[in-house]
C-alpha cells in the first residue's frame, strides 16, 4: 500500500511540475518585432504579396505563415463597431486579425463575454468596399493562447470558380473553403502588426468606415513571416512547421526581425530586398500609382 501512496504522490507532483511549467509564459527573444499603440510595418511591393493578376509567380497561390506571441486577449467588440487586432493586412486583398466578441454584438448575441476569434478573410472588391468571405478559429473564455509561440498561416489561390484558402493556427489545419468572387487586387501595401486608415481613389474606405471594422494595432510580439509561392502544406490535418523558418526557391520574403524592436527598418533575409519600414497612424489618400506616395512618405521620416 505504501508503494502506491508513494507512487500516486510522484505522479501528482510531476503533473503539478507540468502544469506550472506549460503555464509560465514562454521567453521572448531580443530579436523580434514589438507592436506599438497605433503603430505598424509596412512593405511596399505592388503586385508582390497577393496573387497578382498577370504574374506567373502566383498561379499556385500564395502562403502567408508566422510566429505570433501575444501578451493580451483582444478586447471584445462593441454593437457594430467591430475593433480587431491587425496581424497582417493586405488592404482589399486579405487580413489575418484577432477579436474579441461582446455580448451586446447583436451579430454574436450568442457569445459568452470573453469569447474571442482569430479571422482569416479575403477582401472580394478591388477597392477595399464591402465584399468578403472569412472564417477563422474560435476560443472560448479562458481558452485564447496568451504569452506564448502560436504558429498561424493562410494559404490562398485565385482560380476561375473563385478564391481557395485554408488556414492552420497552432500547427492545427481549421479546414479549407471557397469564396465565389476572386480575391481583390490593389497596389496597397502589406501591413504587419497595425494598419493607418486608407482612402482609395474612388472614395471607398479601408479601415474607417461606420459598421464595418476598424483596425488597430495588436498587443504582442511577431517573431518571423514568411511569405511563400503556392500552397506549402496540405489542406488538412497537422503541420509541423520549423520554429525558424528556412529560405528555398518559393520563399517571396521573410522578416526575422533580427534587428530587434524599435528598428528604423527590418531587412529581408530571402535576398530578395523587401524591406518592412515603420510607420505611424496616418490618413493615407492613395493615387493612381500608390508606389509614389509611400515612396514619398519613406522619404519623409519613416
Known amino acids: 500500500m505504501t508503494y502506491y501512496k508513494t507512487l500516486l504522490l510522484i505522479l501528482l507532483a510531476v503533473l503539478f511540475v507540468a502544469a506550472n511549467t506549460f503555464a509560465e509564459p514562454e521567453e521572448v527573444p531580443p530579436d523580434v518585432f514589438e507592436a506599438a499603440a497605433d503603430g505598424y510595418l509596412y512593405a511596399d511591393y505592388p503586385g508582390v504579396f497577393d496573387d497578382a493578376e498577370g504574374d506567373e509567380a502566383f498561379g499556385e497561390g500564395v502562403t502567408i505563415e508566422m510566429w505570433v506571441y501575444f501578451t493580451e486577449i483582444p478586447p471584445d467588440r462593441q454593437w457594430l463597431r467591430p475593433y480587431n487586432w491587425v496581424i497582417v493586412a493586405k488592404p482589399a486583398s486579405y487580413f489575418i486579425s484577432a477579436a474579441g466578441r461582446a455580448l451586446e454584438d447583436g451579430f454574436d448575441a450568442n457569445m459568452p463575454e470573453g469569447f474571442t476569434r482569430v479571422t482569416?478573410?479575403?477582401e472580394e472588391n478591388t477597392e477595399g468596399c464591402c465584399g468578403r468571405g472569412e472564417g477563422g478559429m474560435n476560443y472560448d473564455p479562458g481558452e485564447f493562447p496568451l504569452n506564448r509561440w502560436l504558429h498561424i498561416a493562410f494559404q490562398l489561390v485565385v482560380k476561375k470558380s473563385?478564391?481557395?484558402?485554408?488556414?492552420?493556427i497552432d500547427r492545427f489545419g481549421e479546414g479549407s473553403g471557397r469564396f465565389s468572387a476572386p480575391m481583390g487586387r490593389t497596389e496597397a501595401p502589406l501591413y504587419v502588426g497595425g494598419a493607418p486608415k486608407?482612402?482609395?481613389?474612388?472614395?471607398?474606405?479601408?479601415?474607417d468606415d461606420w459598421g464595418r471594422s476598424e483596425f488597430v494595432s495588436m498587443k504582442g510580439y511577431i517573431d518571423e513571416i514568411r511569405i511563400s509561392k503556392g500552397w506549402r502544406y496540405v489542406a488538412k490535418g497537422n503541420i509541423h512547421p520549423k520554429r525558424n523558418f528556412r529560405v528555398d526557391k518559393r520563399t517571396i520574403a521573410l522578416w526575422r526581425f533580427e534587428e530587434g524592436p524599435g528598428a528604423p527598418f527590418y531587412r529581408d533575409s530571402s535576398g530578395n530586398d523587401y524591406t518592412l519600414f515603420p510607420g505611424g497612424s496616418l490618413d493615407?489618400?492613395?493615387?493612381?500609382k500608390m508606389n509614389i506616395?509611400?515612396?514619398?512618405l519613406k522619404q519623409g521620416g519613416f
Open 284 to 288: 493615407v489618400q492613395p493615387l493612381s
Open 198 to 207: 486608407v482612402t482609395f481613389e474612388n472614395g471607398d474606405k479601408w479601415n
Open 120 to 122: 482569416f478573410a479575403v
Open 293 to 296: 506616395t509611400w515612396g514619398s
Open 162 to 168: 473563385g478564391t481557395h484558402d485554408t488556414t492552420f
